[in-house]
């Protein structure tokens, strides 16, 4: 849990709706609202989950998150893979999902609800996450969306709205896509979505790179590659690190993992930076010169999971600066995972105020 007493004195919401703040990703969801003493409550947990039936009366019960993903880990199911429910059948796990991660936290009917939705041109996935929120047991009172690099922003930009009265870019790098856009005032300018860079390909890149450097001895799920990047990655201070795995025979194999981590790491970023200043930037410019002047010369807005890694930060403006032969500054919230859904409900509280 954390506590952000400034907001929660902005919004008295003992008379009023409760405001919530909810990113549905493709690997967690987040939810930020304020508890019963008044302090911000945040539920983070993996999107997945998995049914099994009752012993002893067959009913069929659902388990999510973390518990689904260790006790049923042949079954369990990520529904938000491409990040939105693309068909029917994952809109409805999708609204199990939800349905049973409100309920587990005894969310009211009477709330206030604004989601971060991915900058993304499909508008059968975008539609269906809105039916997943819009048909749930909250957001009785509102349901709107914004942008998750916006809602990402809120939080890095100050301790209110400040990012919906700038111009500024903001940059979200995500598990499924390299998502990045210009704001004015809160109005999208050049919105940019590129699959060449992503937390999945970085997993699937160690994945692979572990099983050069073991030499074909060791092979490795995309879940373990998952949890070496955020355990381990460090652009700042990386250590070498030793795993165990248990043979198919009996017995178990200790391996050290030196290059495939960072190496893979370090190749996203690259890419990330060449999407940014050759593409993104360059759209940007062509269509709006004076924002995109006025954007360079302030800080860009990090986003995402992958913005969690201890040194990223630090690296971009290293390598965006000399990409674009000048001083380039960065910022991020102190939790970019958690950024959004934070975004999301300063957004939900004003508007719950209103």
């Known amino acids: ?32 609202y304020p508890n019963e003493d008044g302090d911000i409550e945040t539920v983070r947990t993996l999107t997945c989950l998995a049914t099994y039936e009752d012993a002893l009366t067959g009913d069929e019960r659902v388990l999510y998150g973390e518990d689904a993903a260790q006790q049923y880990p042949d079954r369990v199911q990520f529904m938000l893979r491409s990040g939105l429910p693309e068909d029917t059948d994952r809109t409805k796990l999708t609204q199990r999902f939800f349905e049973k991660l409100c309920e587990t936290h005894d969310l009211p009917e009477e709330s206030a609800v604004v989601y971060a939705i991915p900058t993304i041109d499909n508008e059968r996935g975008l539609s269906n996450l809105n039916e997943v929120i819009e048909n749930s047991a909250i957001g009785g009172e509102l349901v709107r969306s914004f942008p998750e690099s916006l809602c990402g922003a809120v939080p890095a930009m100050g301790d209110g709205l400040e990012a919906v009265d700038e111009i500024f870019v903001a940059a979200n790098l995500g598990s499924t896509n390299l998502e990045a856009c210009a704001y004015r005032h809160g109005e999208q300018l050049s919105p940019f979505v590129s699959g060449a860079a992503t937390g999945n390909e970085v997993d699937r890149q160690i994945a692979n790179a572990v099983e050069e450097e073991t030499q074909g001895r060791v092979n490795i799920d995309l879940t373990t590659a998952r949890e070496y990047k955020e355990e381990h990655a460090d652009f700042d201070d990386f250590e070498a690190f030793t795993d165990v795995i248990q043979q198919p025979g009996g017995g178990s194999h200790e391996f050290t993992i030196e290059r495939s981590v960072m190496e893979s790491l370090d190749e996203y970023l690259d890419d990330v930076v060449d999407e940014l200043a050759n593409n993104f930037l360059s759209e940007l410019a062509n269509a709006h010169m004076k924002p995109y002047q006025i954007a360079l010369s302030r800080p860009i807005v990090l986003t995402g999971g992958m913005t969690c890694i201890p040194g990223l930060l630090d690296e971009f403006e290293a390598r965006m600066s000399d990409e674009l032969d000048r001083d380039i500054d960065a910022v991020a919230a102190e939790r970019p995972d958690l950024a959004p859904a934070e975004g999301a409900y300063r957004i939900a509280s004003k508007l719950a105020g209103n």
């Open 1 to 32: 849990m954390s506590d952000d007493s400034d907001a929660s004195d902005a919004f008295n919401t003992d008379d009023g709706p409760l405001p919530i703040g909810v990113k549905l990703g493709s690997t967690r969801t987040v939810l930020t």
